[in-house]
């Protein structure tokens, strides 16, 4: 299994970024799929999730901005991320979940990606 993010990148604040996260050895939608944030000197914290069922949740501090889909023909995790804001900036993570459901743990997560850079400035 691998995941492999790409899309980061430096932009200005009001920018807009898509986050795009290849899947090798299963489906994406077999398992629940996340993405994790991670800043220097705190915890990766949740982001956005899509279960197998498709319900998707995003994180308080994204929402209404970004939002988590999925290409099964491509077999492609997305993050779309709108109206970026300074505090946005961090290293992003895809990651597999172990259950067809989704939470917020980063132990119910089995597969992670190596992370992509994005760095929001004004």
């Known amino acids: 299994a691998q995941l492999d993010e790409s899309g980061g990148g430096s932009v200005q604040v009001g920018d807009n970024l898509t986050l795009s996260c290849v899947v090798s050895?299963?489906?994406?939608?077999?398992?629940?799929m996340a993405w994790f944030r991670q800043t220097p000197g705190k915890e990766r914290e949740g982001v956005a999730h899509?279960?197998?069922?498709?319900?998707?949740a995003t994180a308080d501090s994204f929402l209404g901005r970004f939002t988590i889909s999925r290409d099964t023909a491509k077999n492609t995790l997305y993050l779309q991320m709108n109206s970026l804001k300074s505090e946005d900036t961090g290293t992003y993570f895809c990651?597999?979940?172990?259950?067809?459901?989704?939470?917020?743990?980063?132990?119910?997560?089995?597969?992670w990606g190596q992370g992509t850079q994005v760095t929001v400035s004004s």
């Open positions: 990651a597999r979940g172990r259950y067809a459901g989704c939470t917020w743990n980063r132990d119910d997560y089995l597969d």
């Open positions: 050895g299963y489906s994406v939608r077999s398992n629940c």
């Open positions: 899509i279960a197998t069922f498709s319900r998707t």
